[in-house]
């Protein structure tokens, strides 16, 4: 069973930048299709990036392409996101994910992650 610890929020201003990290323990980053989940105040968890583990397709949420990047160091057992150009809508707690599926059309659904972190806040002021 993996264990996934985040990293890497804060507090930082409208068109800032933050890499968030995911560090994997128990479990190595390059067996999982790994993912990145946010979820704001009052609403529900939603996707925001995937990595496959078999042949490094990224996947990522409704208008995030171009503005957050994921990337995974199989070295540091690592995953990380790269947010880029920051509003204050992409305020919310960010959460690490894993699974074993290598399906894309499951990749952006919660209930195909068995594996979570505990999350890192993320604060984006105007």
């Known amino acids: 069973q993996v264990q996934l610890v985040e990293s890497g929020g804060g507090l930082v201003q409208a068109g800032g930048s933050l890499r968030l990290s995911c560090v994997a323990s128990?479990?190595?980053?390059?067996?999982?299709?790994m993912a990145w989940f946010r979820q704001a105040p009052g609403e529900e968890r939603e996707f925001v990036s995937a990595?496959?583990?078999?042949?490094?397709?990224?996947y990522y949420g409704d208008s995030l392409k171009g503005r957050f990047t994921i990337s995974r160091d199989n070295v540091k057992n690592t995953v990380y996101l790269q947010m880029n150009s920051l509003k204050p809508e992409d305020t919310g707690d960010y959460y690490c994910?894993?699974?074993?599926?290598?399906?894309?059309?499951?990749?952006?659904?919660?209930?195909?992650?068995?594996?979570w972190g505990q999350g890192t806040q993320v604060t984006v002021s105007s």
């Open positions: 990595i496959r583990w078999n042949d490094d397709n990224t």
């Open positions: 994910a894993a699974t074993s599926s290598p399906f894309s059309f499951v990749l952006r659904k919660r209930s195909a992650y068995p594996e």
């Open positions: 128990g479990g190595t980053v390059s067996s999982y299709s």
